[in-house]
């Protein structure tokens, strides 16, 4: 025996090596070189790496949780732990350890188990089942808590904030030995979780106390915090152990909980029935909140590197400011190791003590951003000294400090301190938004008989609640006309005098409005406790609707310590901090937000449609007729509406739309056709299309098919025009538009002008001594905008942006006037636009003097210009010609034009008045436009007009061009242009494009008539002349513009 013990060994060392030659031997079968065996190696040498390291930290969590009881029993039993080995809860004696707790826990939890058991199998696994039909096989095969139970490491108890209430903190932790799996059959996927850490500040609230038996009415939990949470995947989702792929798994279940349960968001458990003021113990009033004055940092790390680090650089900081799921992100500055902010934020705080500021500076980076140091501050603190200023060390891998001012501001029940807040708040230079003066609280409870659209189906009622240009929406109540929602809003307010809420009920998902409601906040301040709790009637909707609301409305009151607050040093070596925003300043420039001047323009081009619907039937549906089809456009906001085409089926409209949009996401550019009748219009569909597709393909073609009809298709162009500082392509861009022009419909827009109204100083004073309540009109052409009027000052701050579509850049100007809230003149500003065209990167910057107001008013605004460029621009050259008959064109330069480059429109026309005149032909002369469009891959045709056509009656013709690529004469190579009334002298300017390759349509042939209708009476043609050109002859390529005579 013991021979045959090293033998036996040495056959099994043998056997291990044979195992690990056998993937080499394999690769070599299936022809795979030594490189892909590396790589597969070194694959699984990573994840089980991961693997090996997840269950580590696995079995050292346990561990830490049976060496800290040992801890303990070791210190009570006076073997001589140190003070420093004990536990957290140990050293701090208002956290109490919960021991008869865990015991509980421990006893109930496979009954626990059992619970979720039947809870994912009998609820959560049909639902998953009836979400898709790709998962009507999901099934849960095990499901298995563990022995392991949740442990509480540590409770602590709080004051509440009134007598019915407790407050209890409890630290959990939870390493547990889970095991659920899930399996779609039909796909052969199997899936799971085994093992998962779940750690956190849970907050347990039990409130209100009850004097009858179960003593508490309801039980609120939630998160202060984030919880840190890891998960070890198994099955399929072993993928998601990779690095990279585990921290977003892992965050995007974060997310998920947070939504439910960490602060503002609770989870609330009634323990009696009919639980009065549920949604406010849902969502109770804020504590108060925290102004936060972001104003520089010191000595940042330099993150920033060059030549693989051999040369440093310096950093670009930004910061991100947290307070519960509040997040905000200041500006980047650039190349900075001593930034300074100087921006104002506000956070909404709930529970104090608890919830702490958490600030994280990092370096921008094109792939991903470095962290430069965090910090964190209780806002228990903030609370106890009102306000704090002072350099704050950064921890975590940064150096350096960062200043911060901390505001305390408490929420008062009393108009009376309004005032007060109102001009305390003109004092401070805030950015990015003004400060808020109070916060809007509303709770939305339910709604009564919402009106039935369609007969016998319930509407799906959702709320949007609108202050100002901020927005909040509802859960969706489905199959109800008498939904329950129980939800609550918050907004910070500017100014509640001349503040409205708007109130919006719509049926979800296709928005209709089932009723609105808009009050004022002014009605608030003279309610008993600015709080307002009634049934409110809704317009536009059913006789007898009603929406269940309450209003409290609360003043944000900065009550500053009787000493103030002491300004902080600066860091050791390095100047002074930044100074304070409060107080009137005269900054040399504006500031706008980072997202001024980032608007672009979306061009819509309606060209037709196909294959509409039949609505005018007579004889009561005996004989069908056709339709009178129009079309309307509906993107940002604004509405366009396209003229009627009488009976048409396949209608031409040729209209282009212009509209300025930003990149705010969940836009839509919505297309709806109708019937134009004479009582009430019918629908023949819609259509719509992601307003940012648009925005990152630049341009769209497409013939989009009709929704909520049988048949039916729409054929548009989008195209985004992004504003260019420079004037290089001014001329091109004027020439093109002119090119693109429809006969019908307003001028194409050259350039887009944004204006930023930032400040007025020395404003004329109203009868002699008081200031005036100043608000601006800016005037475009007949386009006028206002800002808001702001409360009386001399040196009113508006802080806001506004653009403008511009037509002709040379010959318009900015006319801005501002005024007091009742029509008096203070003062007027000429700006011509050719200025702006002169400056450097076409922006005007600075103060400019008031005209008509005191001696020394002025306002303070940035003006910036942006050519509108379009892809036919950028590609565009030009040459007008002279051509006649079937002969090949020879294109002539046009006066003041070079050469064309390559691709794309390849053609400048002169002005419309500056036409030269075509030599009298026998019958008139046609002026085309003919290129193929490489990009696209489409032959261009655009029908200029035709010159002193030959009537063959006394009579003036009404004269349309038909054009047909022949061989073929089918649909889809037939094109028309729009009748022009009694005239020899058309006009059409319309475009035209053909689906072909370049060989194909070199070897066509274009035939053009001009005809005129004979009488509304026929349907019979009168062909005025008639052109055949050989396209083999033209060179596509190129393009140009010219005159060719029309023969019999």
Known sequence: MERRGPGLAALGALGRRLLWALPAYAAGLLGLGAGALLLALALYAGWRRRRRDRERGLRLAARLQSDEEAAVRAAAAGLGAARGELPAWVSFPDVERAEWLNKVLAQAWPFFGQYMEKLLVDKVAPSIRASNTHLQTFTFTKVDMGEKPLRVLGVRAHPGAHKQQILLDLN?????????????????????????????????????????????????????????LDINWTGMTNLLDIPGLSSMSDTMIMDTIASYLVLPNRLLVPLVPDLPDAAQLRCPLPRGVVRVHLRGARDLRAKDRFMGGLVGGKSDPYAVLRVGTQVVTSRVIDDNLNPTWDEVYEFIVHEVPGQELEVELLDKDPDQDDLLGRMKVDLGEVLKARVLEEWFPLQEGGRGRLLLRLEWLSLLPDASKLDQVLERNRTIVAKPDPPSAAILVVYLDRAEELPVKKPGKEPNPVVQVSVQDVTRESKVVYNSSAPVWEDAFRFFLHDPKNQDVDIQVKDDPRQSPLGSLSLPLARLLDAPDLALSQPFQLQHSGPRSLLHLKLVLRVLFFDAPENGAPTPPAPPGQPDPPTSTEGPQRPPQSNPDPQFGTEHVLRIHLLEAENLVAKDNRFGGAVRGRSDPYAKVRVAGGVFRSRVIKENLNPRWNEIYEVIVDNVPGQDVEFDLFDKDIDKDDFLGRCKVPLRRVLSSRIMDEWLPLEDVKSGRLHVRLEKLSPQPSTDLLEQVLHTNTLLQPPRGPELSAALLSVFMDRAADLPLRKGSKPPAALATLTVRDVSVKTKTCAPNSEPVWDEGFSFLIKRPHVESLELQVTEEGGQPLGTLSLPLSRLLAAEGLVLDGWFPLAGGGPHSQVLLRAQLGVLVSQQAELGGGSVALAGGDAAPQPMEAPGEGESGAGGLRQRLLPSDSHPEPPEGPLGRLQLTLWYHGDERKLVAIVHGCRKLRGVSKELPDPYVSLVLLPDRSRSTKRKTGVQKKTLNPDFNERFEWDVSLDEASRRKLEAQVKSTVSFMSREKEVLGKLHLDLAQVDLSEGGTHWYELRD
Not at 189 to 198: H, R
Not at 211 to 222: E, S, W
């Open 172 to 228: 959990i932790s939870y390493v547990g030995d889970v095991q659920i799996d899930v399996e779609v059959k039909k796909f052969f996927c199997k899936a799971g979780v085994k093992g998962m850490q779940l750690h956190g500040m849970l907050r347990i609230i039990l409130e209100p106390l009850l004097g009858d038996v179960p003593i508490v009415g309801a039980v609120t939990m939630f998160f202060i915090r984030r919880p840190t």
